[in-house]
């Protein structure tokens, strides 16, 4: 069974930045594709960054340029470095794993396995 947690959420000021981490343990074929999402109060989930065993990666449009998904080398821990924030990415942020990526933008029903969420502060 795969486990994730997140850490490293907090409140910034606008232009700061902030580093999430997830802790990956269980089966790695089951959690070859990571990704991080984000939901707000009343809103859907929706899907930040994902990152494939190949290295492939997929950004949100509104986070490309500022945010980096990466991953150790063991693969169990990733990262969200998320750099020049903005109001708008305040959220609660998700870890999610699946064994493979799907093309395109993720949907939550493409990740079988979630972390409890950081909750992530930006204000102006």
């Known amino acids: 069974q795969v486990q994730l947690v997140e850490s490293g959420g907090g409140s910034v000021q606008a232009g700061g930045s902030l580093r999430l981490s997830c802790a990956a343990s269980?089966?790695?074929?089951?959690?070859?594709?990571m990704g991080w999402f984000r939901q707000g109060l009343g809103k859907e989930r929706e899907g930040v960054a994902t990152l494939y065993t190949t290295g492939k990666t997929y950004y949100h449009e509104s986070v490309k340029g500022r945010f980096t998904i990466s991953r150790d080398n063991t693969e169990d821990t990733v990262y969200l470095q998320m750099s020049s924030l903005k109001p708008e990415d305040t959220d609660m942020y998700y870890c999610a794993a699946a064994r493979y990526c799907v093309s395109g933008s993720p949907d939550t029903g493409d990740f079988p396995y979630w972390g409890q969420g950081t909750q992530v502060t930006v204000s102006s």
């Open positions: 269980g089966p790695s074929n089951s959690r070859k594709c």
